[in-house]
């Protein structure tokens, strides 16, 4: 079968450094993307992972490991406006993406 | 037009209606998709388009149906509608259907079937 996992809800500090964790089974793998969503809005791309590794853009990193069926994403120099929810999805053998319900991080000031 | 957008943005529906969510790209992507997004849960597919013409079942398809007579629209119509059917639609296109390719999403339609 298939299943993703992440935390339901995360708490940090503005300026802080979060990680918020993903675990995935599946028999099928085409990479795992990382989406935000402010409440009331549509998802945003945040980043894309197909090789193992860790992948930097700006203030934001994801990182993937196949073998272990684990991502993160990890945000630095936390801003209020970070407050979100974060999505983590796999891509399965068929091109479908498979969601997670979603970590809801919320930062103080 | 800029973007994907979705109307209406929010309905309330009797049970047993017919209705119809509508969804327009400008973005010329050949893969368009139906998610539901339900509190506690992650987004479900419904169903999804890879090209103009030609449409395939997600993980949640009963009770919906999907057509795509042209690259840039995508509707989905719900025959007789469900109070399960409450959930927030969102619409979604990626220039294709493999791959990393990013889903870029509309704003979503806010659905009540009592």
């Known amino acids: 079968g298939q299943n993703i996992d992440q935390p339901t809800e995360m708490t940090a500090t503005e300026g802080a450094i979060v990680q918020i964790n993903c675990t995935y089974q599946?028999?099928?793998?085409?990479?795992l993307f990382w989406y935000q969503q402010h409440a009331g809005e549509a998802p945003t791309f945040l980043s894309y992972n197909v090789l193992d590794g860790l992948e930097e853009k700006g203030r934001f990193s994801s990182f993937l490991s196949r073998s272990k069926g684990y991502s993160y994403l990890l945000l630095k120099e936390l801003q209020m406006k970070d407050s979100a929810s974060y999505l983590c999805a796999f891509m399965d053998s068929n091109y479908q993406l498979i969601w997670g319900a979603g970590t809801k991080l919320i930062i103080k000031p | 037009i800029a973007g994907i957008t979705q109307a209406p943005t929010s309905q309330i529906l009797a049970a047993g209606r017919r209705m119809t969510l509508r969804c327009t790209q400008d973005?010329?992507?050949?893969?368009m998709y139906w998610y539901r997004q339900d509190l506690g849960l992650g987004l479900r597919l419904i169903h999804y388009s890879n090209t103009a013409g030609t449409t395939g079942k997600g993980e949640v398809p009963d009770g919906y149906s999907v057509s795509r007579a042209n690259t840039d629209d995508f509707p989905l119509t719900l025959a007789s509608a469900v109070p399960s059917q409450t959930s927030v639609y969102f619409c979604?296109?990626?220039?294709?259907?493999?791959?990393?390719?990013?889903?870029?999403f509309g704003p979503g339609t806010r659905l009540t079937v009592l």
């Open positions: 979604a296109s990626s220039d294709s259907g493999i791959g990393g390719n990013e889903q870029f």
């Open positions: 599946t028999s099928g793998f085409n990479g």
């Open positions: 973005m010329r992507h050949n893969a």
